[in-house]
């Protein structure tokens, strides 16, 4: 969901789950992915000397801004609804906020970067209007389909949250989830609109709103949180003793900030020359068509849905009972996904036209050149992050959350969360860029079908913790068995792309890898060390023990993992060095 909620890995077939985006980046020179098997249906080109949306530079720098941005606001958005709500009711609040997510998913999620966006592509550079009467025909398809569905679910609440909460919650607990789901579930519907919408612009190669649209989501949804803290303060606010309007407060604030979203978008779409009116013919879309093509896209969502509602079922035990639950896996995994969308995802983006344009031209050795430099650079990059999370995880987590409502054990809780979560950065990094690669080599059948014993993987380590650890570990354990299911997806993956486009190189690959760790360990005790002599030892009281934590255990672990790295020869580092410096020259 926008603004940061939890998605189990790939459920974004863009490669980059971020909820806070909502829409894939794509224009009408992409070689774009379909779930339609292993062959993709191959986008028009554009024609010599026609722009469609600026240069590619200015397009991405406007992107790489706004993902940032977008970024840090939804996480001061998600650090504001703990404080506002605590984790008790903040666990009701996220559980609620799992659902429409879900069901969007089912419904269009993946459907729409793998079948429609294509679709949109061709009728684009097809249609003697421009694909003008198409999209507007598919849009009033699904604006029609979205909304039934959103009524249908709205209604179905109360059965859908007994279903996904434990048999361990009270009736208060449940009662709760269901009045927050009643307000936020139709996001369902705006959250459909405005991927529809910024699918369209992106065709029309506008990037910047779509891009921009979700920070005034997350804006109005932080005034929200704000409003509350002013308006209820601090105090000991449980699943039993909130009230009608401090639920529908944070609730209807929730939902009006898709709105917002979905209707900030619409003054692009007059940007760009379209025009939306209402056209109702099925018939001419090709829904058979559409539906073949989503069958494997279909397959691959729906396996991580059932991996999504095992693990928020199993969290929801503990759900307002005094230990890490649903608000404190969802707030470090958003953590998680910020390391890898600064690093992980800058890599891929940059990777995939190359992989791509060699795989079209049956250069596989090149594709496998450019995929170990990506996993090398990739490690390189995200090693010292990982340490800095392991070993400052608890003073992280009381930097960023406690406050409000979100006491000080609950901040450190998470924090033990945070620090496992640290062994899934790079895992979950690599695996993402394999299946790049696959996306290279038009291989979207072959990511399903990995995709379904990853996931059987990753469930049945949910399972396994859970009978395994207390109950004050559980989002503990459902992180590992994340990082589990991610180091699985990255092995499996790399051992059919052997297959696909022969040797890997794997042993540079290693060797990179094992001079990474062995920096990474001198840095990782180094830290450890020095945040043991401060005030607080690790776990800090407050705020300024946690600073000062962060600003020595930080610098330490920085300097010690380049300085290590550089003795090692780890070239990896040196070119990320450089990238970051060009950057910042710019």
Not at 67 to 87: D, P, Y
Not at 292 to 316: E, P, S
Not at 450 to 479: D, E, H, K, Q
Not at 512 to 523: D, T
Request: charged residues 10%; positive net charge; glycine residues 10%.
């Amino acid at each position: 969901m926008n603004g940061g909620l939890y998605r189990s890995t790939h459920a974004a077939p863009d490669g980059d789950p971020r909820p806070e985006d909502g829409v894939t980046v794509v224009s009408v020179d992409d070689q774009i992915p379909t779930a339609g098997g292993d062959q993709a249906l191959p986008p028009e080109r554009v024609p010599a000397g026609e722009s469609e949306g600026g240069s590619t530079t200015g397009q991405s720098a406007i992107m790489a801004i706004g993902s940032l941005v977008s970024r840090i606001i939804g996480f001061v958005r998600n650090a504001l609804i703990g404080m506002a709500l605590g984790a008790g009711v903040g666990d009701a609040y996220t559980s609620a906020q799992f659902l429409p997510n879900q069901i969007y998913e089912l419904l269009l999620g993946g459907i729409l970067s793998s079948v429609l966006i294509p679709l949109l592509v061709r009728r684009r550079k097809a249609d003697p209007d421009g694909g003008q009467a198409f999209t507007q025909k598919l849009l009033t398809f699904a604006v029609v389909t979205l909304g039934l569905a959103a009524l249908l679910v709205v209604a179905a609440a109360p059965v859908i949250t007994a279903i996904q909460a434990s048999s361990e919650n009270s009736a208060a607990y449940k009662d709760l989830v269901t009045h927050f789901a009643y307000l936020i579930l139709p996001i369902i519907f705006f959250t459909g609109v405005s991927a529809l919408i910024g699918a369209v612009l992106n065709v029309r190669g506008h990037f910047a709103a779509p891009m921009w649209a979700p920070i005034l989501n997350n804006l109005v949804v932080i005034a929200t949180a704000g409003a509350f803290l002013l308006m209820f303060g601090r105090g000991d606010l449980t699943v039993d003793n909130i009230s009608p309007a401090q639920i529908a407060l944070i609730g209807g604030g929730t939902l009006l900030g898709m709105v917002v979203q979905a209707l900030g978008l619409l003054p692009a779409l007059r940007k760009v020359g379209f025009r939306w009116k209402l056209s109702w013919d099925p018939r001419s879309l090709g829904l058979g068509e559409i539906g073949r093509l989503a069958g494997w896209m279909l397959c691959y969502v729906a396996a991580n849905q059932v991996a999504v509602f095992v693990m928020v079922k199993i969290l929801n035990r503990v759900a307002g009972k005094g230990s890490a639950s649903v608000l404190a896996f969802n707030n470090v995994f958003l953590l998680t996904m910020m390391a890898h969308g600064i690093i992980g995802v800058s890599v891929m983006t940059a990777l995939l036209p190359k992989m791509s344009a060699a795989a079209a031209e049956g250069r596989f050795a090149d594709v496998s050149a450019d995929l170990t430099r990506g996993i090398k650079l990739t490690v390189a990059a995200l090693a010292p992050i990982s340490v800095v999370y392991a070993v400052l995880g608890v003073p992280i987590s009381v930097m960023l959350f406690e406050g409000g409502n979100y006491t000080h054990a609950q901040a450190l809780d998470t924090g033990t969360v945070l620090t496992v979560a640290a062994f899934a950065v790079i895992p979950l990094s690599v695996s993402y860029l394999c299946t790049y690669a696959f996306y290279s080599l038009q291989g979207n059948k072959t990511v399903a079908l990995i995709n379904l014993p990853v996931v059987v993987v990753r469930v049945a380590a949910y399972l396994i913790f859970a009978a395994g650890l207390s109950r004050g570990l559980l989002a503990a354990g459902m992180t590992a068995a994340n990082a589990i299911s991610y180091l699985v997806s990255a092995l499996v993956s790399l051992a059919v792309l052997r297959r696909r486009v022969g040797r890997l190189n794997l042993g540079s690959v290693a060797a990179a890898l094992i001079r990474v760790a062995i920096a990474a360990a001198v840095a990782g005790a180094l830290g450890y060390l020095v945040v043991r002599l401060l005030p607080g030892a690790g776990e800090p009281d407050g705020r300024i023990e946690a600073l000062i934590q962060l600003v020595a255990g930080g610098a330490v672990i920085l300097i010690a993992y380049l300085v290590a790295a550089t003795l090692l020869r780890v070239r990896e580092v040196s070119q990320v060095v450089g990238m970051v410096r060009r950057k910042i020259g710019r």
